[in-house]
């Protein structure tokens, strides 16, 4: 009978699986999906289920017309210790059963082409869930276990996720190399530095090969909130004024455009007090038309179709000069002309901390860059130019390879079975 794992990466954007037949030693598979959850806004049968996972996810939320709720970077929410459950049309779902419905869907899929119930997973998980906090660490693997477990895994094995990535790069070398991988996706940045052997390809004596590994909470999510705060919100009244008193002219405060800069400080606006505090900054700003964008967003839960046009920008200036940032529904309408160096400008701040992170971990785990054969970059963000040229000019001379950015974690770590051999 055929034996199979699956690897597993959970990302914050993009999640995939890779089946392994761990007889021919091979990977026979991999199913991607986006991370994305919707619950149709009206219940249907009481028996049915209903939510849709990835791509339908969003297709029936725009059907919906944007009602119901739309689950995004759900990844994000596993360390949150102030998150507990969230009802749902009289449901409550917990972080880990919220995460469960993704990995029951990838697993699935996968059972169908398998024709089995694979219950043998390789986990990733980012080096650090967040930053320099070891107890949310834990909470948010302990989540992700309890995950993997409702959705039917039995044999449960976690990875770090950048050296997933580098057991993919492994498959491509010919000879020994000391490499530095880089996994930089939707919610954080990676690295892992190693000796990767193609003569150890599946052996169960890694550990001795892997010499540093870190992380950090920056992602293409992190360049989106920028972007929103920087270009987005003026669209919807930071840096307008209205009259707080009679004759007392005041700045609407910035901090209010704060919770339209990430997806999931959206439901800040549900509140009473606020929803009253915006429609006065529209009155007493003499119907400013930036005020009614803002009421208009919140209403019709529009965020994630704005996000849609700042990711498309920023995709776009992955490969031009120039984009448009456009956005036109319901009465908002955004037509701007973004250039690379205005793009590079508005994530500065997000491409010194990586950089600045790089540096630190280079230096306590004691890597001279002299050391470093290669480096291998994965993940959606690593097609950033700005990050490009970190990388280029930080490593002038190292070589710098990439695979598959959005399956090369979960093929390798579907190449990590010699995790089950440990004790
Ligand atoms: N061509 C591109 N240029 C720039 N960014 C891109 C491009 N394509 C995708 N992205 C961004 O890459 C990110 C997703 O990458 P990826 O799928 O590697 O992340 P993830 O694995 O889901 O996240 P994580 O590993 O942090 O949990 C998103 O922020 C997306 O906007
Ligand atoms: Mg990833």
Same mark, same amino acid.
């Given at each position: 009978?055929? =034996?199979?794992l699956y690897g597993i990466d959970f990302g914050t954007t993009n999640s995939a699986l890779s089946i392994f037949?761990?007889?021919?030693?091979e990977i026979v598979s991999t199913i991607s999906i986006p991370s994305? *959850?919707?619950?149709?806004?009206?219940?249907?049968?009481?028996?049915? &289920?209903?939510?849709?996972?990835?791509?339908?996810?969003?297709?029936?939320?725009?059907?919906?017309?944007?009602?119901?709720?739309?689950?995004?970077?759900?990844?994000?929410?596993?360390?949150?210790?102030?998150?507990?459950?969230?009802? *749902?049309?009289?449901?409550?779902?917990?972080?880990?059963?919220?995460?469960?419905?993704?990995?029951?869907?990838l697993?699935?899929?996968a059972?169908?082409?398998?024709?089995?119930?694979?219950?043998?997973a390789i986990i990733g998980r980012p080096v650090?869930?967040?930053?320099?906090?070891?107890?949310?660490?834990?909470?948010?693997?302990?989540?992700?276990?309890?995950?993997?477990?409702?959705?039917?895994?039995?044999?449960?094995?976690f990875q770090f996720e950048p050296i997933g990535a580098a057991f993919a790069y492994e498959k491509l070398i010919?000879?020994?190399e000391?490499v530095l991988v880089a996994d930089l996706g939707g919610g954080t940045t990676d690295f892992t530095f190693l000796?990767l &052997?193609p003569? =150890?390809v599946g052996?169960?004596?890694r550990?001795?090969d892997m010499?540093?590994s870190?992380g950090?909470?920056?992602g293409g &999510?992190?360049? &989106?909130?920028?972007?929103?705060?920087?270009?987005?919100?003026?669209?919807?009244?930071?840096?307008?004024?209205?009259?707080?008193?009679?004759?007392?002219?005041?700045?609407?405060?910035?901090?209010?455009?704060?919770?339209?800069?990430?997806?999931?400080?959206?439901?800040?606006?549900?509140?009473?007090?606020?929803?009253?505090?915006?429609?006065?900054?529209?009155?007493?700003?003499?119907?400013?038309?930036?005020?009614?964008?803002?009421?208009?967003?919140?209403?019709?839960?529009?965020?994630?179709?704005?996000?849609?046009?700042?990711?498309?920008?920023? *995709?776009?200036?992955?490969?031009?000069?120039?984009?448009?940032?456009?956005?036109?529904?319901?009465?908002?309408?955004?037509?701007?002309? *973004?250039?690379?160096?205005?793009?590079?400008?508005?994530?500065?701040?997000?491409?010194?901390?990586?950089?600045?992170?790089?540096?630190?971990?280079?230096?306590?785990?004691?890597?001279?860059?002299?050391?470093?054969?290669c480096l291998f970059m994965t993940g959606g963000t690593s097609m950033v130019?700005?990050i490009k040229?970190?990388f280029?000019?930080?490593?002038?001379?190292?070589p710098v390879n990439s695979g598959d950015n959005f399956n090369s974690v979960a093929n390798g770590l579907a190449y990590s079975g010699?995790?089950?051999?440990?004790?």
């Amino acid at each position: 009978m055929p =034996k199979f794992l699956y690897g597993i990466d959970f990302g914050t954007t993009n999640s995939a699986l890779s089946i392994f037949d761990e007889e021919k030693k091979e990977i026979v598979s991999t199913i991607s999906i986006p991370s994305l *959850i919707y619950f149709n806004h009206i219940s249907k049968s009481a028996n049915a &289920d209903n939510y849709v996972i990835g791509e339908q996810a969003i297709s029936e939320y725009l059907e919906d017309g944007m009602r119901g709720r739309f689950i995004k970077s759900i990844k994000q929410i596993l360390s949150r210790t102030t998150f507990t459950e969230t009802r *749902i049309q009289n449901k409550r779902y917990s972080a880990a059963d919220l995460v469960a419905l993704i990995l029951k869907d990838l697993k699935q899929k996968a059972d169908k082409i398998t024709g089995f119930n694979c219950t043998k997973a390789i986990i990733g998980r980012p080096v650090f869930f967040d930053d320099d906090d070891s107890q949310k660490d834990t909470l948010a693997q302990t989540r992700l276990k309890k995950a993997a477990e409702s959705a039917g895994f039995t044999d449960i094995r976690f990875q770090f996720e950048p050296i997933g990535a580098a057991f993919a790069y492994e498959k491509l070398i010919t000879k020994k190399e000391k490499v530095l991988v880089a996994d930089l996706g939707g919610g954080t940045t990676d690295f892992t530095f190693l000796t990767l &052997d193609p003569a =150890k390809v599946g052996s169960n004596d890694r550990k001795s090969d892997m010499i540093a590994s870190g992380g950090i909470y920056i992602g293409g &999510d992190s360049l &989106d909130s920028a972007f929103m705060w920087e270009k987005g919100t003026p669209y919807f009244g930071k840096n307008t004024q209205y009259e707080a008193t009679r004759g007392q002219i005041l700045n609407v405060p910035k901090s209010l455009f704060a919770n339209i800069c990430s997806w999931d400080k959206m439901n800040f606006f549900n509140g009473q007090k606020i929803q009253k505090d915006i429609d006065d900054y529209y009155y007493f700003s003499g119907n400013d038309r930036k005020f009614k964008n803002l009421i208009t967003l919140i209403e019709h839960n529009l965020g994630y179709s704005v996000f849609q046009a700042i990711e498309k920008t920023k *995709i776009e200036l992955s490969s031009n000069h120039l984009s448009d940032f456009k956005y036109s529904k319901l009465g908002i309408e955004i037509d701007e002309e *973004i250039s690379i160096d205005e793009y590079n400008r508005v994530i500065a701040k997000d491409i010194q901390r990586i950089d600045d992170y790089l540096d630190k971990f280079l230096l306590t785990h004691n890597i001279n860059p002299t050391e470093i054969d290669c480096l291998f970059m994965t993940g959606g963000t690593s097609m950033v130019k700005a990050i490009k040229h970190l990388f280029k000019n930080k490593f002038p001379h190292i070589p710098v390879n990439s695979g598959d950015n959005f399956n090369s974690v979960a093929n390798g770590l579907a190449y990590s079975g010699y995790l089950f051999a440990e004790p």
